[in-house]
């Protein structure tokens, strides 16, 4: 047992040594910590912002425009839907209800062919963790003579929710990449809300103007009829929509701060636009947008189609030159030009008395695509880097109490053997830090207690070895038996005790969220590098000691 070939002597210390140069970089200057990132991807630990400050900002998917969105999508199809067929399908009715569309036909003659098209709009959706295959439909039919009604299928939608939370977190990271925040935090928590952590960042205003802007933008002819009032109702195929410049009149009278609510918005005064597909095209074809400057030197957005939404959009203004065509972005017109030629290129701009950080705000927001439904906050913290600081004092004053108070107890029984274990504490305590900064894992005031909690659990295998030597070493056995038959006698019982802690910080990490996981990822950690120093440092260095001594006696 005490017999240790070249081979295992050397790829011990050579994992010590990894150690050491993974959580090397945690020592460095911030100079050296760039060079070691920079030619050996070696990095220090990522500091949660309890530690190092910034804002943490939880969005929730708004359901409800989400299903507003789905309806007034539906509507569409549907409309789409009966007239392609030849000879086109003739409907007397067609509405949006509470949770989806009723569509009347007008010749009951046209009621299979109906069926058959209507069907075709379902939308058979992945439901599952995994996507296993499952699949259910977003809707439901039904079907009453000529009357044919869809109505939101509550499994389907959950579905669309799950979908609509991934395709949202893409489009985060997207947005807080693009705007050159350093190692941002975006993940999913519960069904439909998202975290969202930014380091260092202490002015959360300009934060949530980016990540709240659904950014759906779309090229929109005006409706030939405007509106006359307030409250006049827009005629078949027409939307009423505000103006920014109303818009920001709204804001300005308003608390910093506070965004306008929809009946506030609805009653500025409206312009009515197009929203059938042969009148508009929408952001979704965009390549690229950049802020730039106009020809008056006001802050503009530039923006280029892809090779598809070019096409379009050099249709659309071929067809309707001298007509006036709005610039809509998240339901408000910015602009409403008057087209004066075939815009061919697939290259625009956006105009609108933005300022400079607005036009890189939705810049960003326009290349990184459009949310499928808006975005709400339901929390927002701040942590000063004054805080941050504090804590990362009070976490080493308290790690450093800790170990060397452990390592007191461990000498004062033990004595040598009780060097040897802190000597293993001390290799322990190398690779948690070296595992967690190789891994990226974040760390946490939360974290700084699980790593306390580990120095002193990772004794407690070092004790338990040590009180069965003792017991065997009185009962009359060699120092060699003693030795030999307390490691093998231990192991199972540091395993069960290791393994039922490891089990129990598995499930924090998977029930949990924010500072519990921070806790539980450290605790995790810690377990694994407590089992292999207490069982392979802890029995190496005993057995170089028992190599060279040859005891006969064992002081315990």
Known sequence: MFHYPRWKIIAILLSVLIAALVALPNVLPTASQKYMAEHFGLRPLTLGLDL?????ILMEVDQKDLTTNLK????SDVRTALSEPKPRIFYSELNKTE??????????????????ELNKLLQPLDSGL?????????????????????????????????????????????RVNGSGTTEPIIQQQGKDRIVIQLPGVQDPDRWKKLLEGTGKLSF????????????????PDCRAVPQKEDVDRLKATLEKGVEPTDTQLKALPQMWIQTSSRASVDGADLSDAQGSFGQNNEPIVNFSFNQKGAVRFGKLTQENIDK????????????????RSAI?????????????????????????????AKLSIVEERTVGPSLGADSIKAGLIASLSGLVLVMAFMMLPYGFFGLIANLALLINLLMLVAIMSLFGFTLTLPGIAGIVLTLGMAVDSNVLIYERIREEWRAGRTAMGALETGFKAALATVVDANVTTLIAAVVLFGVGSGPIRGFAVTLAVGIVTTMFTAFTMTRFFVAMWVKRNRPKEINL
């Open 324 to 339: 006036p065509f709005a610039i809509v972005l998240d339901g408000v017109v910015q602009s409403a030009p008057v087209i």
């Open 99 to 116: 949770d989806g569309v009723v569509v009347v036909l007008k010749n009951p003659d046209d009621t299979e062919r109906a069926k058959l």
């Open 344 to 372: 061919l290129g697939g290259t625009g701009q956006i105009s609108g008395r933005f300022t400079i950080e607005e036009t890189n705000t939705l810049a960003i927001v326009l290349r990184s695509g459009a949310l499928p």
């Open 130 to 174: 995994l996507s296993s295959g499952t699949r259910v439909n977003l809707y439901s039919l039904s079907q009453s003579d000529q009357k044919f009604t869809f109505a939101l299928n509550p499994a389907g939608f959950d579905a669309k929710v799950a979908a609509a939370v991934k395709t949202t977190l893409k489009i985060m990271e997207n």
């Open 220 to 235: 929109n002819l005006l409706c030939s009829e405007q509106a006359s009032s307030a409250n006049a109702v827009p005629p």
């Open 72 to 75: 007034q999508q539906l509507l």
């Open 52 to 56: 190092q400050g910034g804002s943490n």
